[in-house]
């Protein structure tokens, strides 16, 4: 682990002229114009169409046994498949590992070893955070084919709920940057989708995912979820543990969840927080039950 940390202050320190090329990206051509259609992935019988599904709908067919989570991976699978070379949310898909992740979850709750309201949800990470044995880039040459020995945190927690890591969303060089290169806006393929956690906020507009992570130093969660018309929260300084993730700063970066709804976000923030002894800045507070909590008084 130690070695990891050395190579990450490493090029860090050797990639100054890269950062600063990352402002200078031209943003990629889109292959057509206008909004993405709505109805792009195939209904299920009975006319549902899978990746239009809430995180919190989901999870409560997945629950009750009305919903494989094998179904709905390979739904949202099918979905990337067909959109992602026009959008060009995802560095990184994992299919095969997500199908498997799927499969186990789905045996796990046929035996009533059901975790919660993640178990079985089809979700991404941006590709600043550490996947292990799957390439972590930050969007950078520098890091083309860097692959991890470990998981970030807040990767592993989601795991641990039972989500079911799809892929590795995109982001301008290292998040330096209000737009995402190479990734359009499901709402309009001319424009981008904002950054720096860009890739997560089409995703989710698109119905690519049912939930994301972000990173936000100066409102990279915010300005994409914005302008893709989705949900991003930046969470208070210390609440969501940053360990495992490349960062620009040490002191402004916070790492937040992303959804189509506020419900969804509250669902993935209880998930996400709480006290990490590996992040030095994170804080020891009691973690709300943010979907009962939290969710009433933003709902209002």
């Known amino acids: 682990m130690k070695e990891n940390e050395a190579t990450r202050r490493d090029f860090l320190k050797n990639s100054a002229t890269t950062l600063t090329g990352a402002f200078l990206a031209p943003l990629a051509e889109p292959s057509g114009t206008g909004p993405l259609p709505q109805q792009a992935s195939t209904p299920r019988p009975g006319g549902l169409d899978l990746p239009a599904l809430t995180l919190a709908e989901a999870a409560e067919r997945i629950r009750r046994k009305q919903l494989s989570p094998v179904e709905l991976t390979q739904a949202i699978l099918d979905r990337i498949e067909q959109l992602n070379p026009r959008l060009g949310a995802f560095i990184t898909v994992t ?6 992740a799927a499969r186990a979850a789905e045996q796990e709750i046929q035996r009533g070893r059901y975790r919660g309201p993640l178990h079985g949800i089809p979700v991404g990470v941006k590709d600043t955070h550490y996947t ?5 880039t930050a969007a950078s040459r520098v890091l ?18 039972g989500a079911i890591l799809t892929g590795k969303t995109n982001l301008p060089e290292f998040s330096f940057g209000g737009v995402t290169a190479g990734t359009n806006n499901p709402w309009d393929l ?7 956690s860009g890739g997560s906020a089409a995703a989710l507009a ?5 939930g994301a992570t972000g990173g936000d130093t100066s409102g990279s ?15 208070t300084f210390g609440l969501v543990s940053r360990y495992g993730v490349v960062p620009i700063s040490w002191t402004l970066d916070h790492v937040g969840p992303m959804a ?3 419900e969804d976000t509250a669902i ?8 990490d002894p590996k992040d030095s800045y994170s804080v020891q507070v009691t973690v709300p039950d943010y979907p009962r909590t939290g969710f009433r008084s933003w709902r209002g």
């Open 95 to 100: 299919a095969e590992q997500a199908l498997a």
């Open 132 to 136: 292990a044995g799957i390439r972590t």
């Open 144 to 161: 083309s084919d860097f692959v991890p020995g470990f998981d970030a945190t807040v990767v592993r927690k989601l795991q641990d709920a």
């Open 190 to 196: 001319s424009r981008n989708s904002g950054g720096s």
């Open 206 to 210: 698109a119905g690519m995912l049912l």
């Open 221 to 235: 969660i915010r300005n994409p979820a914005a302008t893709c018309g989705v949900v991003g929260h930046k969470a």
């Open 260 to 262: 189509k709804t506020v």
């Open 268 to 275: 993935l923030l209880r998930v996400l927080a709480g006290y």
